[in-house]
């Protein structure tokens, strides 16, 4: 081809130019995903030396706290910077009543975690569903979840975690008022540093599912649509993060996360706080079913969605693939 017949091709854009090689396009990339955005979680139960599989979760296990430590300390010199707690208490009630005692399973593994990792950011789910005996987040009466009573169960709690050594209490319960709830208890009691990273929009979603599993905790009755979001709402997303700062929120908070990247995004653009995602079990659970089947490439599709949900506007994620995803950017 000669330079004439070159010159006479309309114009068009090159975009290829700064693809061409390995470090062009490393020079060119918008967006990093590093294992200091990741937040682990965590189901913590009762005994010693247990490791009980989740069967929708591969690679997931309730371990009691001894074990639990022991992943932990493995899990820091990856350089993941915080680990997101859930009990599996011993006994559940009407109202929870472990998920607030002194020597519940979650304030045991938090005093222990502080104790093996003190450099480890603790950060305690707070929500009743694991521990009452109908599986909802609040206290039922006559076959509805009651708002107001349940904010001091809730609020005690926190508190409880906070006493314990957590760094961060995350109420993902749903009920409105939580957080101001939350955040007074912890001043009067001292504790005006620790800050609350709210499940701030959390939407009823189905890709829950593995995780009731892992923490034992499907309502008993109904569902939850009476408290989590309609999936159908991107708006009222705003409202509930608005909601959320107001009451003191410090982290707010978008879950799941890749049905609801849009929200990512306009939450992004409207608000400055930092802002996490939860890559739930569900979406975990299909990467690892399909990855079993010889489907998907398991590291590769993983990244990819990591790196996604960082695009879209998140600043931390929760996810069950910490530990992995953070040896394989390492690697
Ligand atoms: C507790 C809670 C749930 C999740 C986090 N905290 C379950 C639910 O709301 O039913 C889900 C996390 C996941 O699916 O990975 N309310």
Redesign the pocket.
């Known amino acids: 081809m000669t330079t004439t017949t070159r010159l006479e091709l309309p114009s068009f854009t090159r975009l290829r130019r700064l693809r061409a090689t390995p470090l062009l396009r490393r020079m060119v990339r918008e967006t990093e995903v590093t294992p200091a955005d990741f937040i682990a ?1 965590f189901f913590v139960t009762h005994g010693r030396d247990v490791r009980r599989p989740v069967s929708s979760m591969p690679g997931v296990c309730q371990l009691s706290v001894d074990l639990l430590v022991q992943e932990v300390r493995a899990l820091a010199p990856l350089g993941v910077p915080a680990v997101l707690l ?1 009990g599996v208490p011993a006994s559940k009630d009407p109202l929870g009543s472990e998920a607030y005692a002194r020597d519940g399973i979650v304030q045991r593994a938090v005093a222990a975690l502080k104790d093996a990792v003190p450099d480890m950011v603790v950060i305690t ?1 707070v ?1 009743l ?2 521990y009452t005996d109908h599986g909802h ?1 609040g206290v039922v009466e006559n076959g509805h979840i009651l708002n107001d009573p349940t904010l001091e169960l809730l609020a005690r709690m926190a508190l409880s975690h906070v006493e314990a050594g957590a760094d961060i209490v995350a109420p ?3 009920m409105d008022g939580h957080t101001v709830a939350i955040r007074r208890a912890l001043d009067a009691a001292g504790h005006t540093h620790t800050p609350i990273m709210g ?1 701030s929009a ?1 939407f009823a ?1 189905a ?6 599993e ?2 034992e ?3 008993r009755f109904g569902d ?1 649509r009476s408290y ?1 979001m309609d999936p159908a709402n991107g708006r009222e997303a705003l409202r509930e993060v608005e909601a959320d700062i107001t009451e003191g929120a410090d982290i707010v908070m978008v ?2 996360a890749l049905a609801y990247l849009d929200v990512i995004r306009a939450v992004r653009e409207r608000v400055p706080h930092p802002l996490a995602a ?1 890559n ?5 659970a299909m990467v690892k079913a399909a990855a079993a089947n010889g489907w998907l490439d398991e590291r590769a599709i993983t990244l990819e969605i990591l790196t996604a949900i960082k695009r879209a506007g998140a600043d931390l994620i ?1 996810t ?1 693939h910490a530990a992995d995803a953070a040896r394989w950017l390492g690697a």
């Open positions: 979680p859930f789910d929500c569903c694991e987040c993902s319960d749903m499940y959390k979603s890709f829950y599912g593995p995780f009731r892992a923490a905790s499907a309502p939850r989590q879950k799941p939860y739930v079990s569900g979406e975990y929760i069950y």
